[in-house]
Structure formats: C-alpha cells, structure tokens
C-alpha cells in the first residue's frame, strides 16, 4: 500500500525566512510519481509540481525549489524568502502510475503560516 | 480556458432534500474525478470518470450519485445525506486515460456542503 507522510503539521515563519516542509513516501512500485499541491483559504488545489521516480534531479522554479532523494524516500520542498501570499496547506501526494486514471495517496497536509 | 469550474460555492440541505453538484472542463480531458475533502483531512477519492464512464468508485454510498453526460461535464447527485457528510467536494479533470503518459490533475475551487 501506498503511504505518505507529512510530519509537519502547521509551521510559522516570519516572512523572509526560507522553510522547507518535509514528505516521506512509501510505495512498492518502482515506477511512480510525486506531487505538490498547495491549497490557500479559497479551497482549490493549486499543481505545483511533479516529479517521477526515474529523475531524482533538484528542481528549482522561482522561490520554490523540490529536493527528491530516492535513497531515503523524500520529497521535501523549500520555500525561499517567503511571503505572506506563500500562507496555505501544503500537501505531497503519490500516485500510482498507469490506467490514464491515476489515483493520488496525498499526505495529511503541513499548514504554513507566513506571519508579516 | 484552463479551468475546472464548480457550482455552486456554497451548499446548504436538509437530510431528506436531493441537489446536485456541478462541476464543467473545457480543456478536453477525457478523465474527470470527484473528492471530499474534510476539514483538516487530504482529499479523498470518491469517483473517477475515464471517457464518460465510471472507472473507479472508491466504496461511496449510494446516496452519493455520480453522472458524466458528457466529456466536459460532472454531476454528483445527493439524497439523504447525513451531518456527516458536510464538507469541501472537489472536482478534478486529467488529459487523456488512454496515452500511456501520466496524466496531472487540475482541480476546480470546491462545492462546501454542509447538511443540516
């Protein structure tokens, strides 16, 4: 079964710190794919990212930046210099790959307070 | 038009009214999902729609009534509900099921149901 672990559950900062949230994994597949998604007060689920398990590469987009480590099966996510607009739940989620229709094991989600 | 659209924002019932939720893409995706999300929970998997038929149905009860009429549109019909099933109903849309590519999710903002 497919697992994923947000240990953060809420975090503040003072704005113009830089935070990472953290993502553990746990899956048998050897192929998959992982997501980040940010949802602000007004509710939808924003796309930020996603990453396959083939491509362990460091992405960096902006302030954002993903570091994927395979070998002790993370996928953390920076925020640099953060700004209050940055304020949001944050989740990770996995999927399984195949059948057009993926279905997503989200983690339980890190709050994230940007305090001015 | 890059959007998934939901109506309406805000829904309020009684346990015996029936009312549908709606939700419209005009990307093209050929595969279409719906969530529950409760507070302070990740989004759950209700439904999935590959190509207007019904692909995944994650254990919902039957007072939980999906509908595709058609590739770009979205219904999930309610009766009885209960107290507990207030919460943010997410409708989500993804590319197409059948390209052997991995296909990314887009969300729309959310119905928020609350039962009386």
């Known amino acids: 079964a497919q697992k994923v672990t947000q240990a953060q559950t809420e975090i503040s900062v003072v704005e113009k710190e830089d935070v990472t949230l953290d993502c553990v994994y746990e899956?048998?597949?050897?192929?998959?794919?992982l997501f980040w998604y940010k949802q602000p007060p007004s509710g939808e689920l924003v796309f930020l990212i996603r990453?396959?398990?083939?491509?362990?590469q460091n992405e960096i987009s902006g302030r954002y930046s993903w570091n994927f480590q395979k070998s002790t099966s993370s996928f953390n996510f920076t925020i640099t210099a953060s700004q209050v607009v940055d304020s949001a739940v944050y989740f990770c989620?996995?999927?399984?790959?195949?059948?057009?229709?993926?279905?997503?094991?989200f983690g339980t989600g890190t709050r994230l307070t940007i305090i001015p | 038009d890059t959007e998934v659209t939901q109506t309406p924002k805000h829904l309020v019932m009684g346990m015996t009214n029936k009312k549908s939720l709606k939700c419209e893409q005009h990307?093209?995706?050929?595969?279409m999902y719906w969530y529950k999300q409760k507070a302070k929970k990740p989004p759950e998997l209700m439904f999935v729609?590959?190509?207007?038929?019904?692909?995944i149905n994650e254990s919902v009860p039957s007072r939980f009534s999906p509908e595709c009429p058609n590739s770009s549109l979205l219904n999930l019909h309610l009766h009885a509900l209960q107290p507990e099933d207030s919460a943010l109903y997410l409708c989500?849309?993804?590319?197409?099921?059948?390209?052997?590519?991995?296909?990314?999710?887009?969300f729309g903002p959310g119905t928020r149901l609350t039962v009386l």
């Open positions: 990307m093209g995706h050929r595969a």
């Open positions: 989620a996995l999927s399984e790959v195949g059948f057009g229709n993926e279905k997503l094991t």
């Open positions: 989500a849309s993804s590319q197409d099921p059948a390209s052997g590519r991995f296909n990314e999710q887009f």
């Open positions: 990453r396959n398990s083939f491509d362990e």
């Open positions: 899956t048998r597949d050897t192929t998959y794919y």
């Open positions: 729609y590959s190509y207007e038929k019904l692909s």
